[in-house]
């Protein structure tokens, strides 16, 4: 089994790729422009997911203020803390950071997982896509879409598509015209022609809502 991850080369290899195979997801590309969809390499992938959750349902300014309590007060040094710190403080220190309980609980989980290596993210980057997201699910608080964007964003996995997701949803919606908004099995047809690159096509169904002109697409 061969991991692939996305580079500069390989999204050019990706764009070329989708705009032969697609003629609508091409107009979307030329429109948007180059895709900047590297995977973002700073912290671990334990502080990655933590804010994954700290971050859920939450408007940024106050995900933002809470993740940088949880950060200075948890980590050491301005670092974000490891699993074995988490586990070594109480709830209400992790309640104290603007926490609410259910994402308190959703955290330590997360750091149990790790520290007993049910969620091995030393080796996760070696794991096939279902195999990591099988892995991620069992944390409480983390759902296939949370696990999806790990793979994606993260890892740089290069043929994900998140079907509940609604900004692709969305995005694919005005490529295609459609009437209504695509089911999960409606996008599933559609993305036939994005593979094997459907995490790039479904940053472009994102990108192209954030088009100065994208509500008379």
Known sequence: MTIVQLTARRLEEAVAALSAQDPKMAVAIARVGPCTMLPRTDGTHFDHLARAIVYQQLSGGAASTIYGRFRDRLGTGGDAPTPRQILASDDDALRACGLSAAKTRAI????????????????????????VIDALVAVRGIGRWTAQMFLMFRLGRPDVLPVLDLGVRKGAQRIYRMRALPEADRLEKVARNWRPWASVASWYCWRVLDLEDAGGW
Request: avoid cysteine; aromatic fraction near 0%; glycine fraction near 0%.
């Open 108 to 131: 330590v989980d997360l750091a149990r997982h790790v520290e007993d290596a049910r969620l091995p993210l030393d080796v996760i980057d070696t794991m096939d896509d279902e195999a």
